[in-house]
């Protein structure tokens, strides 16, 4: 018989995921929700002092870029910053220009 021609094994078409829960050991910090706290892109824009357009782009951006930028919920088709996710932002932004600033 030609060996193009003998049989070969079949192979399985189900592949094995391995998943595992996350690691809940730490609780949570408390998320504030509340109407004052949540911000809409433009407001957001205005407290970190850029445009509005460059929020989107970097919420647009995120996945093949890897753009380091605040969080955001979509809730529908509304976007919704928190200011706590902001302020983090900010200082981990300060904490990243200073230590790559000079030191005179």
């Known amino acids: 018989m030609h060996p193009r021609l003998a049989a070969k094994p079949k192979r399985s078409t189900t592949k094995a995921v391995a998943y ?3 690691d809940i050991s730490e609780p949570l ?3 504030n929700f509340a109407l ?3 911000f809409s892109t433009q407001t957001a824009a205005h407290y970190l002092g850029i445009r509005a357009e460059t929020l989107a782009r970097w919420r ?3 996945r093949t870029l890897g753009v380091e930028q605040p969080n ?3 809730i529908g088709k509304k976007i919704t ?3 706590n996710d ?3 932002f900010l200082l981990k932004r300060g904490e990243a220009s200073l230590a790559t600033s ?3």
Do not use: T
């Open 72 to 74: 955001f919920y979509r």
């Open 60 to 62: 647009s951006e995120r």
């Open 102 to 104: 000079r030191v005179r």
């Open 20 to 22: 595992s829960m996350p």
């Open 86 to 88: 902001l302020d983090a």
């Open 29 to 31: 910090a408390p998320v």
């Open 81 to 83: 910053y928190l200011k």
């Open 36 to 38: 004052e706290n949540r």
